[in-house]
């Protein structure tokens, strides 16, 4: 089994920053991709930022150049630093990630709450 264990949200005022860690552990041997999800109140849950095993990034347009997703691969950890938030960006935030061995399988965190005042 793989646990993952989220931290770093709460409330910042509108410009502020927040960072979240998501850590990984259990049955790992290797991990592909890690990534951060996002879920506003009544919308969908949209992809935030991604993270390869060779440390390529992909960023949801709304967020990049203010958003920076890193990893840990010694400690099975991925981060993420949100700078110049927005109310716009108050959701729950899961982190994910794609363990590739010893045995293929995605894992969601449990959630943190974000949230940006005005």
């Known amino acids: 089994q793989v646990q993952l264990m989220e931290s770093g949200g709460g409330l910042v005022q509108a410009g502020g920053s927040l960072r979240l860690s998501c850590a990984a552990s259990g049955s790992i041997v290797s991990i592909a991709g890690m990534g951060w999800y996002r879920q506003a109140p009544g919308k969908g849950r949209e992809l935030v930022a991604s993270i390869t095993n060779e440390g390529n990034t992909n960023y949801e347009d709304s967020v990049r150049g203010r958003f920076s997703i890193g990893r840990d691969n010694g400690k099975n950890t991925v981060y993420l630093q949100m700078n110049s938030l927005k109310p716009e960006d108050t959701a729950v935030y899961y982190c994910?990630?794609?363990?590739?061995?010893?045995?293929?399988?995605?894992?969601w965190g449990q959630g943190t709450q974000v949230t940006v005042s005005s």
């Open positions: 994910t990630v794609d363990v590739s061995r010893p045995r293929w399988g995605r894992y």
